[in-house]
């Protein structure tokens, strides 16, 4: 779990011991990540999750659920570009997106840039999380006034399974699966098959964070989500991003019944034809980069027999509320 303690940092400057209040994040029962604070902004809790809102030295304002850091002001971009731009462009004309998740409001931020969408539906369990980030990330306040973001406050497998419309694209922008946590059930075989996949138009294409892609990490869901997916739809494709700070590579899965097979050109015209201002990290051959896994992380991948369901979940390192 995260936590915020004070310590004693030992400065190589002529101060001698300097006094600062540090952020700690536990990784693995053997490795912690910790970076400076500046202050504490807010911190509250929902009957769902805890939630915190630091303002750190290196990475400016964080966001962190659960004491795991979900977003960070300084390379958030990276994540959300990965996770919405990639399934918007290999679809050949997308209009209407489901977000499993995304209370922060930044995928929607994303998504709101393609000319082509009419229509996002934001479906997030944690009104205070929601309402929390609309008070607080300037960054996303133009995207939750856009009349055509609609924000809506349940349940995502619920959400999905009562609305009769279907989707061009759906989007999982859901926590890491923790045990205890809101979210490993949105992971499963059964949901992938019985929920998200009769939702999808014909050509549709599903998205979701997939949790560490890292060469040691990547065996914790990465692997179990792509094999899961491999499931259910005839392509999937993975890929992976360094994030500076979740300390580690993260990983993404992309699955369609129809084939995902851009080249970088075509991702680089469809860039320019349909997204409004400039992609910070994404484009053509930075998703090619992304796409090309390393040999171990691909040779996992490839041997993974792993399906997840709620009986044989995986759940990355550290503890939900209900735990």
């Not at 050109?265 to 992304?290: C, H, M, P």
Request: charged fraction near 25%; hydrophobic fraction near 35%.
């Amino acid at each position: 779990m995260g936590e915020v303690a004070l310590s004693n940092g030992q400065s190589h400057s002529l101060n001698g011991y300097r006094k600062s209040c540090w952020y700690e994040e536990e990784i693995e029962d053997n490795l912690r990540w910790c970076f400076a604070l500046n202050s504490i902004l807010h911190t509250g809790a929902s009957q769902y999750q805890d939630i915190a809102l630091l303002d750190t030295k290196p990475f400016g304002k964080a966001l962190v659920i659960d004491g795991k850091l979900q977003s960070a002001e300084t390379d958030e971009f990276i994540y959300h570009e990965c996770l919405v731009h990639p399934p918007l462009l290999h679809h050949p004309n997308p209009k209407n997106v489901f977000i499993m998740g995304g209370g922060e409001g930044s995928t929607a931020r994303e998504l709101l840039r393609h000319n082509t969408i009419d229509q996002v539906i934001m479906c997030d369990i944690d009104e205070e999380v929601v309402d929390f980030c609309k008070s607080y990330l300037v960054a996303n306040w133009e995207a939750f006034c856009d009349p055509r973001l609609k924000v809506i406050i349940n349940d995502a497998r619920a959400e999905l399974e009562s609305r009769e419309e279907r989707y061009d694209v759906i989007v999982g922008d859901l926590a890491d699966p923790i045990d205890g946590g809101p979210c490993y059930k949105l992971y499963t075989k059964s949901f992938y098959e019985f929920t998200v996949k009769p939702r999808l138009k014909e050509g549709g294409i599903f998205v979701t964070q997939a949790g560490p892609a890292g060469i040691f990490s990547h065996t914790e869901v990465f692997s179990s989500i792509y094999n899961t997916l491999r499931q259910v739809f005839k392509y999937v494709v993975a890929y992976s991003a360094h994030i500076p700070s979740y300390a580690d590579i993260w990983g993404w899965v992309m699955a369609s019944d129809s084939p995902l097979e851009l080249n970088a050109e075509e991702i680089d015209v469809r860039v320019r034809q349909r997204i409004k201002g400039e992609n910070r990290y994404l484009d053509g051959k930075t998703f090619s980069s992304a796409s090309t896994l390393s040999k171990v992380v691909r040779n996992s991948l490839d041997n993974e027999t792993h399906v997840y369901t709620e009986e044989a979940a995986r759940f990355i390192h550290g503890h939900g509320k209900h735990a």
